[in-house]
């Protein structure tokens, strides 16, 4: 990446956790820290600055350092909305994005994205395991902000429908799926529990 493009991260910790009984996933514990410190190492040595996109526990995010950001709505709209609050907080072109639970992902994942949005001139670049696409996992300009804006006032929440839309590159993760594992469940986080961390 050109040294003098600004990078901004967000973290999006904004779901309600269904299937985690409603907790705050981004602040549960994961080998004795919360979930979302390991997104923050992860993204902090690539970015200027890291927003956490999060529609509660909102002091207790805070109390992590970075500034917080919550939906332009109430009603939980999913990832998109994340990245489009992101995207109007951020003085960057470009925008990491990354899940809070998901404890794998190290920086070097993280440039390999930057590296694929610049060598393919595309404006996201998205995660895929070899199987499936992580389209949580993105490298994304911020100039499709109007674009996102447009989508998600049609209605639309849909992620993958966005994205397909976009001049978009997957970044093979195939030697090393595991990384793009993220914590839905309790048993998520008691079999993860069980990974070495590098």
């Known amino acids: 990446m050109n040294s003098r493009i600004k990078i901004a991260g967000v973290i999006l910790a904004g779901g309600r956790a269904r299937r985690m009984s409603n907790q705050d996933k ?88 930057l590296f694929a949005l610049a060598e393919n001139n595309a404006d996201v670049a998205v995660a895929f395991d070899g199987e499936r696409l992580h389209p949580v996992f993105l490298a994304i300009k911020t100039g499709l902000q109007s674009s996102l804006q447009d989508y998600l006032s049609d209605g639309e929440r849909k992620v993958m429908t966005w994205l397909t839309r976009q001049d978009w590159v997957q970044v093979d993760f195939s030697n090393e799926p595991e990384v793009l594992s993220n914590i839905n469940t309790l048993d998520d986080l008691a079999r993860l529990e069980s990974y070495p961390l590098a």
Request: proline share 7%; charged share 15%; hydrophobic share 50%.
């Open 26 to 113: 981004g602040l549960l514990a994961f080998k004795g820290r919360p979930l979302v410190g390991y997104a923050l190492a992860a993204l902090a040595p690539v970015v200027e600055v890291v927003f956490i996109n999060a529609n509660r526990s909102i002091e207790a995010y805070r109390e992590l350092g970075c500034p917080v950001i919550s939906d332009q709505t109430d009603s939980f709209d999913g990832p998109l909305a994340g990245i489009l609050t992101a995207m109007i907080h951020a003085d960057a072109a470009i925008l990491l994005v990354m899940p809070c639970d998901s404890p794998l992902i190290k920086t070097e994942h993280l440039q390999k994205m």
